[in-house]
């Protein structure tokens, strides 16, 4: 039941009134958001990071703005770990303003409150989790984190950019980014309901769930996380045995994925897979063996492979003369030393390719 608003909430008495009020509501988003809206008298939303409308109060869009600030028919706050947006013309958001910016802090402690007792949590679970890597854990020790025996099991590992430098403070900074990215994480998976544990090192994630909707979740997980990370999971297994098994085939698909990507193990290709058992050096001494050629032969090499060799698509796609073309392939083949009509050719340059793609992602 949406509260009695004030007689006027901005005078002393009005705001402490105002307060009182939505204290009273704070730990409930859909309550908090009707007292704030009857306060207001605007239509409100409370967004997760990954999109969800978590809660929201009068006539919203079905589409929310994606970015923090103010627009000519609303105003984005940041609020902990969640978007806050109150909607409504210029002059009634200004006059809003006040009470906009005291929810926002109260939902900034709010958060503030949740992610420590989801750290508490879960840095017991961490130390089982690593237990589980090592192969020492006690399984029996499960059940008291929520996992049931017999459920399908997903292991990912989720990767920001390291902060340059080895002094104390780039330290306390990637110490900053793997927090940043656990709270991101735990606040998706505690929404999600799901048994989780979660463990870090460096800037890299270390997240174990009874999964029920892979793509959905794991792709979830990827906008529930900070910009710009990537992320590799493993295929489904059903027992915590197999930890250490999923955790390999995490760090080969997170290998493979590019920055602001999600690769799982089973989708990974079998060269992709085979190159990915080899340190970077020596992915680098393949490429510099099978493709010692110029960056013009390398595009032209690459458009002939991916046209099966077919002279005239190339050339189309390279926007040259079938002769120029011809003339192209012919120094390419003096450089690698071989004719590209040979299959054991074709198979060295392909995987040099590959290699290459890999280095570079």
């Not at 902060?163 to 104390?168: A, L, M, Q, T």
């Not at 897979?273 to 490429?287: C, F, G, R, Y």
């Not at 004719?339 to 074709?346: N, R, Y």
């Amino acid at each position: 039941m949406v509260p009695s608003p004030p007689a006027d909430w901005k005078t002393p008495e009005g705001i402490a009134q105002a307060l009182d009020v939505l204290l009273g509501k704070l730990s409930r988003p859909q309550e908090f958001l009707a007292a704030l809206g009857g306060l207001t008298r605007l239509p409100l939303a409370l967004l997760a990071p990954w999109g969800e409308v978590l809660a929201w109060w009068g006539r919203v869009p079905a589409r929310h703005p994606t970015q923090l600030g103010r627009g000519r028919s609303f105003w984005a706050l940041e609020a902990g770990e969640w978007r806050l947006i109150a909607y409504g013309g210029e002059a009634q958001l200004e006059e809003a303003a006040p009470l906009l910016a005291l929810a926002q802090r109260m939902l900034r402690l709010r958060a503030m409150e949740k992610a420590l007792e989801r750290t508490q949590e879960e840095n017991l679970g961490a130390a089982f989790l690593d237990e589980l890597l090592l192969g020492e854990a006690d399984l029996s020790r499960a059940f008291a984190f929520g996992f049931e025996a017999g459920f399908p099991l997903l292991l990912a590992l989720i990767e920001a950019p390291t902060p340059p430098g080895r002094h104390r403070l780039a330290e306390t900074r990637r110490r900053e980014v793997l927090q940043g990215l656990k709270r991101s994480v735990g606040a998706y998976l505690e929404r999600l309901g799901t048994p989780y544990l979660i463990s870090g090192r460096g800037t890299r994630a270390v997240v174990l769930w009874q999964a029920h909707d892979v793509a959905k979740e794991v792709q979830t997980l990827l906008w529930a996380a900070p910009q710009g990370v990537r992320m590799g999971y493993s295929a489904l297994h059903r027992s915590l045995e197999e930890v250490s098994s999923a955790y390999r085939e995490a760090l080969i698909a997170l290998k493979a994925a590019r920055w602001g990507e999600v690769v799982g193990f089973e989708g990974l290709d079998p060269v992709a897979w085979v190159l990915l058992q080899h340190a970077p050096e020596d992915l680098k001494a393949l490429v510099e063996r099978f493709l010692p050629l110029s960056p013009k032969e390398l595009r032209t090499l690459e458009r002939y492979l991916e046209h099966s060799g077919d002279l005239s698509a190339t050339a189309q796609a390279l926007h040259v003369h079938p002769n120029t073309l011809r003339y192209r392939l012919q120094k390419i083949e003096q450089r690698l030393g071989a004719s590209l009509k040979s299959p054991e050719t074709l198979a060295q340059v392909h995987l040099a390719l590959r290699a290459k793609g890999l280095l570079e992602a």
